[in-house]
């Protein structure tokens, strides 16, 4: 019997300086085994984790409550939200005190994201603007809402600026909290200075009982931008250490259109995140007071529409700053 076939002989190995050729070339092999099977296993487990995270966000952006919206349900037409479109979402808020039904908060807002995902902004109209509400003359604009829900909304929306409203979302002002406590609180400019505004103060400040429905809209459009920025400047939406936390509050204080699919309400929510704060516009339909009543300027109003249509928000606030929303609220 060869050498090479013998059991291990201590006296065969004396005066070795160390293993022969053959097993240097063994360990090397099996060294290279192990490092690919660590390799693979490693992006086994990164695949796995990935595929997780995926099914964890489809699952919250899925869970968000929806709701039948006539006037988009009908208008058979494509979606935005994908890259080279435009998307347009009408979003009103709600308060909601415990065992009681819903009302209007007063806030009506367009947020608009321009086709390259890159900017886009917010354009608040006043809820007591008269406008013509279809089927109800010339009203306040919130009476849309209480006179034939979202629908009637988007419809009167729709008929005022000549913006093509893709969704509706509603805003639960109770659930707000949630999401300031989730992104860690949110920094508010107030007369008296910059204050750090956890849930619960920050629904107190945009809910105080002693303001008139200018103040309160204003205080609800600064919070919004406050939790807006925050979630851009941070990438709280794009980070997977924060992500989870963040959209699981997003989705409970949301309830939007049934057409909302969740492939859309996550490339909303991923232009958002990656939207930075001067890429943001904030602005107010501009209007005055005649005779008692809200009035929409006309003038300046149609080139607001228009800008949104246009993806020029930014533009438009540079020509008419008065008409941005203010950074310090009473």
């Known amino acids: 019997m060869s050498d090479a076939h013998r059991p291990h002989d201590p006296v065969a190995g004396q005066g070795s300086t160390g293993p022969g050729p053959d097993r240097k070339q ?22 796995l984790t990935v595929a997780a995270g995926y099914a964890v966000v489809n699952h919250l952006a899925g869970s968000i409550a929806r709701i039948h919206v006539a006037r988009l349900e009908a208008a058979g037409k494509p979606a935005g939200g994908p890259a080279g479109q435009a998307m347009n979402v009408l979003i009103t808020g709600q308060e909601q005190a415990p065992g009681s039904m819903g009302r209007p908060s007063g806030l009506i807002m367009i947020l608009h994201i321009n086709a390259d995902q890159q900017a886009g902004g917010a354009v608040s109209i006043h809820p007591l603007a008269m406008v013509q509400v279809p089927g109800h003359g010339r009203t306040e604009l919130q009476n849309a809402l209480v006179f034939g829900g979202p629908s009637l909304l988007v419809q009167t929306v729709e008929q005022l600026t000549s913006v093509t409203l893709d969704h509706y979302a509603r805003i639960d002002l109770p659930h707000v909290a949630n999401v ?3 992104i860690g609180g949110v920094d508010i400019q107030t007369p008296s200075g910059t204050v750090h505004f956890d849930g619960a103060g920050a629904l107190s400040y945009a809910r105080d009982p002693s303001l008139d429905e200018e103040g309160r809209v204003l205080r609800q459009s600064s919070l919004i931008r406050a939790v807006m920025r925050k979630i851009a400047r941070q990438h709280l939406l794009t980070n997977p250490a924060t992500m989870f936390g963040v959209l699981n509050a997003l989705t409970s204080m949301l309830t939007v259109d049934s057409n909302f699919t969740t492939s859309e309400l996550l490339a909303l929510a991923k232009a958002l995140g990656g939207l930075s704060s001067s890429a943001g516009t904030f602005v107010s339909a501009p209007y005055s007071t005649v005779g008692g009543q809200i009035v929409l300027d006309p003038g300046i109003s149609r080139q607001l529409w228009a800008a949104i249509r246009q993806d020029s928000l930014a533009a438009f606030a540079q020509k008419y700053p008065s008409t941005v929303t203010p950074e310090v609220v009473p």
């Open 180 to 182: 300031v406590d989730a």
């Open 26 to 47: 063994k360990k090397r092999r099996r060294r290279r085994r192990v490092a690919l099977w660590s390799f693979a296993s490693l992006l086994a487990l990164a695949g």
